[in-house]
């Protein structure tokens, strides 16, 4: 099993450039989830999908930020245009559904954005 | 709403110290607890978890028992290592067609040889 995996593992752009993140799932799973982790702000939720559906985007900060699941084995976020306190580490996770099931990390994308 | 609160780090030990770190959480329902671990680099891993009242989880030496009454899941370990320097967050659950993980802040541990 390969775990989680999230592309690229560091990011650095200029403000108002796009930028993708990109995460492919444990196979079998059907639950993923975005977050973003800041030393202000800690870990945040930003949208999870069940089944490739979104179901939760309450914690996507604006418009700037989307996120799709086109199958069970592909993810990406998109940051459009990007801005300075976009800053921060997005890990990707998947994990079977259910309130007991854990959630397995991939190892983030660290974005910096001059 | 549902959360999480961690004590604030950073927590600094001497190695095969006695380690607590203390998780409090609000949810309505029951919910269930996890603690995960977060190595410098890394991802979150699942350390242990618990799923109903009075569950005890544990991993690696570390132990954390669900308490509804005082709604708790503090994170133990006898004699801490070198190597379970890392960031540990307490995490909650709920059941439900819409559930998902809240996590604590996180605590940082240190220990020092």
């Known amino acids: 099993d390969a775990g989680v995996i999230q592309s690229p593992r560091h990011e650095v752009t200029e403000m108002g450039q796009e930028v993708t993140l990109r995460c492919k799932p444990i196979s079998g799973h059907n639950s993923l989830f975005w977050y973003r982790q800041t030393m202000m702000r800690g870990l945040e939720l930003l949208i999870y999908f069940n089944n490739n559906v979104p179901i939760d985007d309450s914690g996507m900060p604006e418009d700037r930020f989307s996120a799709k699941m086109p199958n069970a084995s592909f993810s990406t976020l998109k940051i459009q245009p990007s801005e300075p306190r976009d800053s921060a580490v997005y890990f990707c996770?998947?994990?079977?559904?259910?309130?007991?099931?854990?959630?397995?990390f991939g190892n983030g994308t660290r974005l910096t954005v001059t | 709403g549902d959360s999480v609160t961690q004590m604030e780090g950073p927590v600094t030990l001497s190695e095969e110290a006695f380690l607590t770190i203390n998780c409090t959480y609000t949810?309505?329902?029951?919910?269930?607890l996890f603690w995960y671990v977060q190595y410098p680099g890394e991802g979150l891993q699942l350390l242990l978890k618990?799923?109903?009242?009075?569950d005890k989880g544990s991993n690696k030496g570390f132990e954390a028992t669900y308490r509804k009454e005082t709604t708790s899941f503090h994170l133990e370990k006898g004699s801490v290592q070198v190597s379970d320097s890392a960031v540990y967050f307490c995490a909650l659950s709920r059941g439900g067609s819409n559930y998902k993980l809240t996590f604590g802040k996180g605590t940082l541990l240190t220990v020092n040889p």
């Open positions: 618990a799923t109903k009242a009075d």
């Open positions: 996770a998947s994990s079977l559904k259910g309130p007991d099931s854990p959630l397995h």
């Open positions: 949810a309505t329902g029951y919910p269930s």
